[in-house]
T-cell receptor, first 110, second 118 residues
Framework: DAKTTQPTSMDCAEGRAANLPCNHS???????VYWYRQIHSQGPQYIIH???NNETNEMASLIITEDRKSSTLILPHATLRDTAVYYC???????????FGSGTKLNVKP | GAVVSQHPSWVICKSGTSVKIECRSL??????MFWYRQFPKQSLMLMAT?????????EQGVEKDKFLINHASLTLSTLTVTSAHPEDSSFYIC??????????????FGDGTRLSIL
């Protein structure tokens, strides 16, 4: 599975968009990009995933570059409850083993 | 939908005892379940992959005789930490993936079990 690289931490003002980058330059053609977040002492929560097209759901948008070497998770209007560690994972659809990196600690501030 | 439940959420036991953790998919059938452990301030580490009706596949460095995994049905997998010692104290998390192996559906995670060995 492709290794992903994310910034250690980011700050965002409440109500503003949070843009979380992820680098996955060695991603294979059959690997999807999955985003999860983990709030302290809970299991990871699924946010969104995609292969090559941009995706949007009720939680977030996922922008994947044309060469698929990086992606950005966008939380359009961050709230204090979005403070969490966000993980970007590249994994093949058919086997789906997840190897978590260090993630990005997003701090949403009032 | 896609709810995964873990039980217990928190357990404290004496060194040398065995502890069983259950992972259930409540509203879907899971061909594959995964077990992770997480130490404080660290990321999740994949321990093993379990497929219903077959033996689990363990990641390198994970002792299969120490961490017994059973996936007897499409909605239940169990992890038994045998002869637990203080160094086994950790946050154990399971996840499940549905039976539709054609699609790219994500894993859904339980809320974890905090294990403390005294």
């Amino acid at each position: 599975d492709a290794k992903t690289t994310q910034p250690t931490s980011m700050d965002c003002a409440e109500g503003r968009a949070a843009n979380l980058p992820c680098n996955h330059s060695t991603i294979s053609g059959n690997e999807y990009v999955y985003w999860y977040r983990q709030i302290h002492s809970q299991g990871p929560q699924y946010i969104i995933h995609g292969l090559k097209n941009n995706e949007t759901n009720e939680m977030a948008s996922l922008i994947i570059t044309e060469d698929r070497k990086s992606s950005t998770l966008i939380l359009p209007h961050a709230t204090l409850r979005d403070t969490a560690v966000y993980y970007c994972i590249a994994a093949a659809w058919n086997f789906n083993k997840f190897y978590f990196g260090s993630g990005t600690k997003l701090n949403v501030k009032p | 939908g896609a709810v995964v439940s873990q039980h217990p959420s928190w357990v404290i036991c004496k060194s040398g005892t065995s502890v069983k953790i259950e992972c259930r998919s409540l509203d879907f059938q899971a061909t594959t379940m995964f077990w992770y452990r997480q130490f404080p301030k660290q990321s999740l580490m994949l321990m093993a992959t379990s497929n219903e009706g077959s033996k689990a596949t363990y990641e390198q460095g994970v002792e299969k005789d120490k961490f017994l995994i059973n996936h007897a049905s499409l909605t239940l997998s169990t992890l038994t930490v045998t002869s637990a010692h203080p160094e086994d104290s950790s946050f154990y998390i399971c996840s499940a993936r549905g039976t539709d192996t054609i699609s790219n559906q994500p894993q859904h995670f339980g809320d974890g079990t905090r294990l403390s060995i005294l």
